[in-house]
DNA sequence: AATGAATGAGACTTCATTCAT
DNA sequence: GATGAATGAAGTCTCATTCAT
């Protein structure tokens, strides 16, 4: 791991322990093993690094969901994919959720950095907009229907983050999804 | 109206316009036409203050859903009675939705803030578990369906707040999330 | 002495002592026994107190210099109260000469500052305009007379404050001006 | 040109363009397309660094001033060569003026180099000398002559790099000087 | 000899909190 | 109770200098 990636790492920790006001830079340079100046070096400054932080995540969440796509996948079976898919990615990866969740409606993440984020669910796009054709899938408006499944994809993995014992199904969760979405 | 509310009002208002990094508490005094001496008689700390809003905004939200409640509707009557009350609150008082989405998941809001808030909800909860026992509802854990129908206002909310054209329409969100939850 | 007046001198002695590189905010805080904070209550930033210390030199420099004015003085013996007092000025209070010789060329002055400046020596471009219709002084354009003029004293204060043992007369110098300026 | 004069004439333009503060030793070595460390090896420091742009120019100078002396030519017709000659080598070098008039005052200019840059007027020392022999220039001391005709120069230059369009003549300034001085 | 990434002390500035009035 | 000037710890960021390559 490159010196980069070590900050981006150490400050992904920390941020997501602490929040971003308790996580000075020189925490952060403690933690990778560097001055402070290295990261300036890399990053103009502690809100480019946090932006840094999202695209990183933005862009493995969507090599992931790229990976899901399949032409002669049924509509339903797909989103099922896509569903399953973006949960087990921040499940196993529990510290992006904790990331996302707290800087999503931060002001620190700049439109640029959103535009970015949003080339993740081109696939959960395309796959909605052939669902409307193939009247499967309700007939409202794209972003809506989006905002929606994000909406729920939070909640679900707020849920799953909470610490009570109730046994914990996705299946649950995207029949309730689909339920909602579908025609 | 007295102080105590200035003083909350007028860190309300700076708080969701500005972020709370940017909103020192002398800038609140000003707006309240306080000293800042006076916003620490009534509030130990600038976190205090925070949870003092989030509490309060809480109990309005409790008001007005406990006010929603009638032994005899029937389940999905008063569901919609419920989610367009919510929805209602937080887009009369867009003020009050630019707090909480700012603030819920961020860790200055004690535990002891979040139980109260909880309060808010509990009408839903006995819906939900009547609608189960009536087999309306998808016999599905209470706080995985509260947690889903909280984030699909959350959803909602944030994309009736987006800057776009197109016709937003709660009837749509509304058979979203009742398709979803039904049996 | 109240407080600002306090930080200006501090910053003063300071500043001609160490030099602006050399003087951080908080040993001025220190110096002037307040804080750092309160500095920046009175200042909106270092620069702001470097100009706010230039300009209270100049104004006091234009009391002094207004002070001299009187309508039936001959030109030569004015221009020479003037260059007495100018000089006299800067000799009894060594350490103003000593913040001027430093930033009277540095960016940090702002042009307003500047302007202000320019007052103080209102009286001497009537007394060169006077000289000049009486044909007393030379036919030379006023400001390049005043920047001569100007020169002389920074030169000769420059001089008397070098730690060499010569005999440091004033009369010489007065006489250098004048015989330079004369028709 | 050397290695040593690329990085000499490049920090004294950006010195010159952007003050001490605002010329990090990274921008000169960006500039002077060598990296920082091979300044290092040059100049132990930024301030040695600049002691040797100082010292640089003021040897340029007394090439210039030294070529101007004539051992035959009468005292005042050689003081205006000389006078004219600085005048005219600051003239067509306005960036060694722009470096001087800022650095001159400054603490980080050493007795060294200023003892260095005394000799640059060797030749207007033996001069006024030769001129009080002569009973043509008045006898004040050395010293102070020296220092009222730097003065002069230094504010004359200040004067004509002043961005009024009044016409500016050398010739009035050097009759300004010499009526000053002579006898 | 040349390089420039790495360093971290230290600069400026902010702001939550206190306390004398 | 109300006030707001004073405080100084702590934050972000810069940059002169070093040193492994």
Redesign the interface.
């Known amino acids: 791991m490159n010196k980069k990636e070590t900050i981006l790492k150490a400050a992904l920790e920390l941020l997501v322990e602490?929040?971003i006001?308790?996580t000075p830079v020189s925490a952060i340079a403690k933690k990778a093993n560097t001055g402070m100046g290295t990261i300036y070096n890399y990053f103009e400054s502690k809100e480019v690094l946090i932006n840094a932080i999202y695209v990183a995540i933005k862009e493995e969440e969507k090599e992931v969901l790229d990976a899901v796509f399949k032409e002669e996948i049924p509509v339903k079976v797909l989103f099922e994919h896509y569903y399953t898919s973006v949960i087990s990615f921040f499940t196993k990866n529990k510290i992006y959720f904790g990331f996302m969740?707290?800087l999503?409606?931060?002001?620190i993440i700049t439109p640029e950095s959103k535009a970015i984020g949003y080339n993740a669910i081109e696939g959960v796009i395309k796959l909605i907009k052939k669902g409307k054709e193939e009247h499967i899938i309700?007939n409202?408006?794209n972003?809506?229907l989006l905002?929606?499944i994000?909406?729920?994809v939070?909640?679900?993995l707020?849920?799953i983050h909470?610490p009570?014992t109730?046994?914990?199904s996705l299946t649950?969760?995207t029949?309730?999804?689909w339920?909602?979405?579908?025609e």
Not at 104 to 107: F, V
Not at 179 to 182: S, V
Request: aromatic share 8%; hydrophobic share 30%.
């Open positions: 602490n929040g006001h308790a969740d707290q999503q409606a931060s002001p309700k409202i408006d972003e809506e905002q929606f994000g909406g729920s939070l909640s679900y707020r849920w909470m009570t109730s046994n914990k649950n969760q029949r309730l999804v339920d909602a979405i579908k």
